[in-house]
């Protein structure tokens, strides 16, 4: 049968969707392009915010009306969260909460019997999965998350932490290195806490800390996303590992020795979401970080590893969150200097604690400070992007694009520390899915401009 597979929110959600659409292939089944060419549409929402709900009832519906044949599946925080609204929309025939959704290729599978019969026949098994064209795959090596932060409804809706063993997880990314895959990122709900729950099953009495030698001179065992990430590098020859969101207190001491080991292979990018740069409100949300902490991490980080590019998430107008308290925020932000800055409104989620706060923001004061946060974003995101310029960066290829306006054809990709790139596209040669150094010329708002050098040229200093 013809999968239109549709998506919204985090890495993971996407990085669950490219997973199914492996197992769709496998199975015999085609993964189109548009839903207008599908039998069945699955789609996987988002709660993270009362606007990702919104938005998810509103993708559903246009799902619904864009080929009104085909059958809905749902799935996601969303659909966990409120099934029977999912249920009652349009199309949908199938809602499948988040802890059934490794078991949606089997689910979907009466539907084929139904739809294509014997018509559809299954791949050899060195079929590739993956069209050619695709740069970057995510996979997801663990679920969940323990963490009580008092905003958050994706712990509920996602429920407590589950990792995938790593020999799993290194054969998936062999296998994509295999398929041409550049780069692979690897995802999950509380990344930075992969393997702790692994680990506790194995030895009860076992907490990972940071790394530290003991009285008898033998290091303490690494952490397990740090023994992970090891094993990825050693175990396979992916020439490009990215990490999606860590939280700040995840990350031990020694973790920033894998850069230095990787030979260039580890990106160095780090996405540490910060959420708000006042004490007073992380208090209230329940991080387990406060601005000292993180500037001292982030001090850390900026010295071990060289080219590093940092980004964040930040709510604006948590309840409580006074005009001072938001000034403090707004000071801490730019001092960080960050790259890229996520600024969501807070959004109250019936079922966490934070909605139930005394002083909640008024909708228009926090549209008021988004704005603000939006402003100091583009001048720490543009000044980050005017200190590399003359640096020379690996660039992974990804697109070619055509302006509008007729001029030459344009390639755009991404550098090792998640900076967008273009640059004009050298006469005849095709840059898909190819990493090559780039030296950057010129700032574009949040763009890089580069020249393409097709032969190693002097790095950088």
């Not at 292939?25 to 993964?31: C, L, M, N």
């Not at 509920?156 to 020999?167: C, D, F, K, L, M």
């Not at 033998?218 to 020859?237: G, M, Y």
């Not at 040669?429 to 097709?454: F, K």
Request: with cysteine; glycine share 6%; net charge neutral.
């Amino acid at each position: 049968m013809n999968v239109y597979l549709e998506t919204l929110g985090c890495r993971l959600n996407y990085s669950e969707m490219e997973s199914l659409g492996r197992q769709l292939a496998e199975a015999g089944h085609r993964v189109v392009d548009a839903p207008q060419q599908a039998d069945v549409c699955v789609l996987n929402t988002c709660a993270v915010t009362g606007e990702a709900a919104r938005k998810s009832r509103q993708l559903a519906r246009k799902l619904a009306r864009s080929n009104p044949a085909a059958r809905l599946a749902v799935t996601g925080c969303y659909a966990t969260l409120a099934p029977d609204a999912i249920a009652g929309l349009p199309n949908v025939e199938l809602v499948v909460e988040n802890r059934r959704k490794e078991l949606l290729a089997e689910l979907l599978q009466p539907w084929a019997a139904e739809l294509d019969g014997e018509q559809w026949r299954r791949l050899a098994p060195d079929a590739p999965l993956h069209q050619p064209s695709r740069t970057r795959a995510f996979v997801k090596v663990q679920d969940g998350c323990n963490n009580q932060c008092t905003f958050c409804i994706v712990t509920v809706a996602r429920g407590p932490e589950r990792s995938r063993p790593v020999a799993e997880i290194v054969a998936e990314v062999q296998r994509l290195a295999t398929e041409g895959f550049q780069e692979v990122v690897l995802t999950g709900v509380h990344l930075g806490g992969y393997g702790s729950d692994l680990a506790a099953e194995a030895n009860p009495e076992l907490t990972f800390l940071p790394r530290k030698v003991n009285s008898d001179s033998h290091p303490s065992p690494a952490p397990p996303l740090h023994s992970l990430v090891a094993a990825i590098l050693e175990q396979t020859d992916l020439p490009r590992l990215r990490l999606s969101s860590l939280e700040p207190w995840d990350i031990d001491p020694g973790f920033f020795d894998l850069w230095r080991q990787s030979e260039g292979r580890l990106c160095p990018h780090l996405h540490l979401p910060l959420q708000a740069g006042c004490d007073k409100t992380l208090k209230r949300m329940a991080r387990r970080t406060r601005t000292a902490s993180f500037r001292a991490l982030v001090d850390a980080a900026r010295a071990r590893i060289p080219g590093l590019v940092l980004s964040t998430d930040m709510i604006a107008g948590f309840p409580g969150e006074t005009a001072a308290d938001f000034d403090d925020s707004l000071r801490f932000v730019e001092e960080m200097a960050f790259a890229h800055i996520h600024v969501f409104p807070y959004s109250a989620r019936e079922g966490t604690a934070a909605a139930s706060f005394g002083g909640q923001v008024t909708l228009e004061e926090r549209r008021r400070r988004v704005d603000a946060l939006a402003a100091v974003a583009q001048r720490t995101g543009e000044a980050v992007r005017r200190n590399l310029l003359g640096d020379v960066r690996p660039v992974l290829w990804e697109t070619l694009e055509r302006p509008a306006n007729g001029a030459g054809p344009l390639w755009s990709g991404l550098t090792d520390n998640y900076l967008r790139v273009k640059a004009v596209a050298p006469a005849g040669l095709d840059l898909d899915n190819r990493i090559t150094p780039a030296r950057l010329v010129a700032v574009d708002g949040q763009v890089l401009w580069a020249d393409v050098a097709l032969q190693p040229i002097t790095p950088n200093p």
